[in-house]
């Protein structure tokens, strides 16, 4: 079974930055499709920035401009860099894989929680 861990959340001031990233493991990191969802209390799980295999890259309207994600295939890691941080970005992170040959998300990590205070 596929396994994704986050790190890299905490708390920060608006304004700052905060890298995320997501170590994958138990299947073959460089052939999906990968994203970062966020959850807000109370709120769906929303998609925010995928990448594609050969690092095509697609963001939310609400963090394009901010947020950077970006993968390591060699070390099967995935990133996100968010700056100009907003209390609006305050959520738990989530790494995602896509099924193989798939938009389809079909694996969330445990997450990590981002707290952006103003």
């Known amino acids: 079974q596929a396994q994704l861990v986050e790190s890299g959340g905490g708390r920060v001031q608006a304004g700052g930055s905060l890298r995320l990233s997501c170590a994958a493991s138990?299947?073959?990191?460089?052939?999906?499709?990968m994203g970062w969802y966020w959850q807000a209390p109370g709120k769906q799980r929303v998609l925010v920035a995928s990448?594609?295999?050969?690092?095509?890259?697609d963001y939310a309207d609400s963090v394009k401009g901010r947020f950077t994600i970006s993968r390591d295939n060699a070390k099967n890691m995935l990133y996100q860099q968010m700056n100009s941080l907003k209390s609006e970005d305050t959520a738990v992170y989530f790494c995602?894989?896509?099924?193989?040959?798939?938009?389809?998300?079909?694996?969330w990590g445990q997450g990590t929680q981002v707290i952006v205070s103003s």
């Open positions: 990448i594609t295999r050969g690092g095509d890259t």
């Open positions: 995602a894989k896509a099924k193989s040959g798939s938009w389809a998300y079909d694996y």
């Open positions: 138990n299947y073959v990191f460089q052939n999906n499709v």
